[in-house]
């Protein structure tokens, strides 16, 4: 009985446990679909394989510092017209790693 709560009305310990990693979860499902469409993007954009696509998006990651995910949610709100200022800013962080016909929205890369 664990989960039972000590008080009537108050979440149990566990519940929170239970919420904390729902929310996680969910974050890791849209990280995913960001990703895959961005390997989308990226293959279509740069004429490439989506292997050689996500090896692309690998590299930036590395070479600029950044996360997968978070390179991957720029690249795809930067084609979907929703980037916000520090989307455009991590853009212009991360575009000089991009192969050299660059990114629309963000400058082009310099090698």
Do not use: Y
Request: proline share 6%; charged share 20%.
């Amino acid at each position: 009985m664990s989960a039972t709560p000590l008080n009537p009305g108050e979440p149990t310990p566990h519940a929170d446990a239970l919420r904390d990693e729902v929310a996680q979860l969910h974050e890791a499902v849209k990280s995913q679909r960001d990703i895959g469409m961005a390997i989308g993007l990226m293959s279509a954009r740069f004429s490439c394989s989506t292997d050689q696509a996500w090896r692309t998006m690998l590299r930036v990651s590395q070479d600029s510092n950044t996360k997968v995910r978070t390179v991957a949610r720029v690249l795809v709100a930067t084609h979907d017209g929703t980037a916000d200022p520090e989307d455009h800013q991590a853009l212009a962080r991360f575009a000089g790693h991009l192969p050299a016909s660059g990114w629309p929205g963000g400058s082009t890369a310099q090698g």
